[in-house]
């Protein structure tokens, strides 16, 4: 028997779902991943620094699988990279291979589960088998749910209900080494194309000291391991090093969920325990979209479908080029031009601030993150953007509206982080630093910040804005 596994958004050659079901399966295991132009060819840039990351990592991923084959005594083994539309490029290359089945890891986006029963059922046809696994997230779909049987719409009893079904079952990781002599070498003249091969150039990835792969999952994990401890007061600081920076990894699987997950797990202590809650909110937003597809293009709440946004094309161009005249926001839309991250407290003030100072729809500023966030994921973003505005499960209530200039007083007290990405406002003293625009003339000489010259005005008056937007959603309530 042979058969053929199929890599996505897992790319790791350990603690592998699709990887050892495959090798306990089969005599002969190829591995594939496909460079799918049907999202390639939606990307705005050839220089987007994902794609970049994915080819880094099948580099390590390939020649991880090749010495895990030679150590077990195998001939040598290696990842086939296919440049086209996945759901031709499977089905030809099992039929090439002549394997019995494909494996996968689930994905849970509704795209992806379209192109995957179509990719399932062109198998069939041909009469190769295809089975998928859970293997991102800790529990799926039905596997957590109220007492009545129905799936959770709210975090903190989702939570309670997670942290009581698990176990160690659960965070066991599925071994790949025992049966890797039956990685299967790859065909000859099979290489990695290069990323100029598939119509991109690297996007500065080694400028941003962006680690890839596997290797730089784990130095990221150990490097966080030693200060897990103390997440829980320093998570909330942009300017401090308190997160752990492994989204991107979660993100297209270099890292394994069941692995970071029980480290969190069995540590106890208030850091990890914290730490382990954000993991969880990753599942929770996974099952909402799994349940709740309707998301990706309306309210999850359908009575919010009704709130109306402001046409604001030129407000809205403000907030993404970084010239809200808001530090706060303006410093974490260069951090996320920049580097492609953005840290979560940040991700909730930007997203406030688009959809409850400007007015303008969470769609938009939910877009714009999807094409430049490095650990982009739909389900985690559309959770985001629907938890700041208001029409999500769970979510902020509306009339809660975040201050700009006191969410930076709070989490950005010096000002260090704002001054980072902003260094037009360096000289600005620390009193003036979240609003500069309340500095007096002889300020503004002095520290050679002249508003409206060296930084914007702000683009909108705060107080007004919160009143516009309690009239927007009161009206649904009324
Ligand atoms: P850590 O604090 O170290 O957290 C560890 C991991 O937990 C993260 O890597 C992530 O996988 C998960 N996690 C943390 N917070 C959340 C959350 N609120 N929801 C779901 N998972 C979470 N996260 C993404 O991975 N992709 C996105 O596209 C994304 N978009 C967001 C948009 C908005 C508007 C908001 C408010 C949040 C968004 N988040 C997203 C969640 C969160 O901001 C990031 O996961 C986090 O900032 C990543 O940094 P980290 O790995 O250092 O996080």
Redesign the pocket.
């Known amino acids: 028997t042979s058969a053929l596994v199929w890599f996505r958004r897992d790319l790791r050659s350990f603690d592998h779902a699709a990887l050892h079901r495959a090798l306990h399966f089969a005599g002969r295991v190829h591995c594939a991943f496909v460079f799918d132009t049907a999202i390639l060819d939606a990307l705005s840039s050839r220089r987007d620094r994902r794609v970049e990351f994915i080819h880094a990592s099948l580099a390590e991923l390939d020649a991880a699988l090749d010495a895990m084959s030679r150590a077990a005594g195998g001939q040598g083994a290696g990842i086939i990279v296919r440049h086209g539309r996945a759901e031709d490029e499977i089905p030809r290359l099992a039929l090439e291979l002549g394997v019995d089945k494909v494996f996968v890891n689930r994905d849970y986006e509704p795209d992806a589960i379209v192109r995957d029963s179509r990719v399932a059922q062109r198998l069939a046809e041909a009469g190769i088998g295809c089975e998928d696994f859970k293997d991102q997230v800790i529990f799926e779909r039905d596997e957590v749910l109220t007492q009545a049987g129905k799936p959770f719409s709210v975090f903190t009893p989702y939570r309670s209900a997670w942290l009581k079904a698990a176990d160690d079952f659960q965070m066991k990781p599925y071994p790949v080494e025992r049966h890797a002599q039956r990685l299967a070498p790859k065909p000859a003249g099979e290489a990695l194309p290069s990323l100029a091969g598939i119509g991109f150039e690297p996007a500065g990835l080694a400028e941003l000291r962006m680690p890839t792969g596997m290797s730089g999952g784990r130095r990221l994990f150990e490097d966080?391991a030693a200060r897990i401890g103390r997440?829980a007061q320093a998570?909330d600081f942009p300017a401090l090093k308190?997160?752990?920076?492994?989204?991107?990894?979660?993100?297209f699987g270099t890292v394994s969920?069941r692995q970071?997950a029980a480290h969190a797990w069995r540590d106890g202590g208030d850091g990890a325990q914290a730490?382990l809650g954000?993991?969880i909110?990753?599942?929770?937003?996974?099952q909402i979209l799994w349940h709740h597809p309707h998301v990706v293009a309306r309210a999850f709440r359908p009575e919010y479908d009704g709130v109306v946004w402001d046409d604001a094309p030129g407000l809205f161009a403000a907030w993404a080029e970084a010239r809200t005249g808001y530090p706060i926001v303006d410093a974490a839309m260069r951090q996320l031009a920049q580097t492609g991250?953005?840290?979560?407290?940040?991700?909730?003030i930007?997203?406030s601030f688009l959809s409850k100072d400007l007015g303008i729809d969470?769609r938009l500023?939910?877009r714009h993150?999807?094409a430049h966030?490095n650990?982009?994921?739909?389900?985690?973003?559309?959770?985001?953007?629907q938890?700041?505005a208001s029409t999500g499960c769970d979510a902020q209530p509306y009339f809660r509206i975040f201050n700009p200039v006191t969410q930076s007083q709070k989490f950005d007290p010096g000002g260090r982080f704002i001054r980072r990405y902003l260094p037009e406002l360096a000289r600005v003293p620390d009193t003036f630093i979240h609003a500069p625009w309340t500095m007096g003339g002889i300020d503004q000489s002095a520290c050679r910040t002249r508003i409206g010259v060296d930084y914007p005005a702000p683009i909108v008056d705060h107080a007004a804005a919160r009143e516009r937007t309690l009239k927007r959603f009161g009206v649904l309530k009324a």
């Open positions: 966080f997440y998570r308190g997160v752990s920076y492994l989204s991107v990894h979660l993100r969920i970071l730490w954000e993991l909110w990753r599942d929770f937003y996974h991250y953005m840290h979560n407290r940040l991700r909730m930007v997203a969470w500023g939910e993150f999807a966030l650990d982009y994921d739909l389900a985690a973003n559309n959770g985001g953007w938890w700041a």
